[in-house]
């Protein structure tokens, strides 16, 4: 099975900084997706970013982008210009290319937004 | 469209007593999941369904049986509660193709007594 790691359980950062949360993976296949997911209080779980591993560019969504480094299964998430809604529980998930596979989750990193 | 629907919201049991977690999606999924969370292990895989009449377990499916009969409903079924099934309970759906995301349900905090 596919393990997802996230190292760190918990991070701040100030409004309005760049706060980056690491995610790695293990996997012996070539096709896969991986996926951030937040939780804020209110415990909805909201997509934040998908990347396809066969895709080179990185994603991209508002202040929202990922660096994806396929050779060392490293999948981190950056935050640009923080803001206090961003404060939740972020989730990384990886889900293989193959039809019926299930979605692997990391433990997740708890991000508070300092004002 | 409702989304992916889950009821009760909270619920307490006793222990030994059982009960049935609901869930519904009406966005025609193939794939429904149920998790579960707890502090510090993010989200485990109980049980998962990949169309109707088929189920398979995760990676802690003890205590918890499932059935999917129609392409909406995904219910999970407690046996004989215990105070080791205290959680967060997450229902999910996705189409059956690994780039499509899970859209969950809003909860069910469970305590069992």
């Known amino acids: 099975a596919q393990t997802v790691t996230q190292s760190q359980p918990e991070m701040s950062v100030q409004e309005a900084e760049t706060v980056t949360l690491s995610c790695t993976y293990d996997?012996?296949?070539?096709?896969?997706?991986l996926f951030w997911y937040k939780q804020p209080p209110s415990r909805q779980m909201i997509l934040v970013i998908r990347?396809?591993?066969?895709?080179?560019q990185n994603a991209t969504e508002n202040r929202f982008s990922v660096n994806f480094q396929k050779a060392a299964k490293s999948f981190s998430l950056k935050i640009s210009d923080s803001q206090l809604g961003d404060a939740a529980m972020y989730f990384c998930?990886?889900?293989?290319?193959?039809?019926?596979?299930?979605?692997?989750f990391g433990t997740g990193t708890s991000l508070t937004v300092i004002p | 469209n409702a989304g992916v629907t889950q009821t009760p919201k909270f619920q307490v049991l006793k222990t030994g007593q059982s009960m049935t977690l609901q869930c519904a999606q009406d966005?025609?999924?193939?794939?429904m999941s149920w998790y579960r969370q707890d502090p510090g292990m993010g989200l485990r895989l109980i049980h998962y369904?990949?169309?109707?009449?088929?189920?398979d377990q995760g990676e802690v499916p003890n205590g918890y049986n499932v059935s999917r009969s129609t392409t909406e409903d995904f219910p999970l079924r407690l046996l004989s509660a215990a105070p080791s099934q205290t959680s967060v309970y997450f229902c999910?759906?996705?189409?059956?193709?690994?780039?499509?995301?899970?859209?969950f349900g809003p909860g069910t905090r469970l305590t069992v007594t």
């Open positions: 990347q396809e591993a066969y895709k080179q």
């Open positions: 996997t012996s296949e070539s096709d896969y997706y």
């Open positions: 999910a759906s996705s189409y059956d193709q690994g780039g499509y995301e899970q859209y």
């Open positions: 369904s990949v169309g109707a009449g088929i189920t």
């Open positions: 998930a990886y889900r293989s290319a193959n039809t019926g596979n299930q979605f692997y």
């Open positions: 966005m025609n999924h193939e794939y």
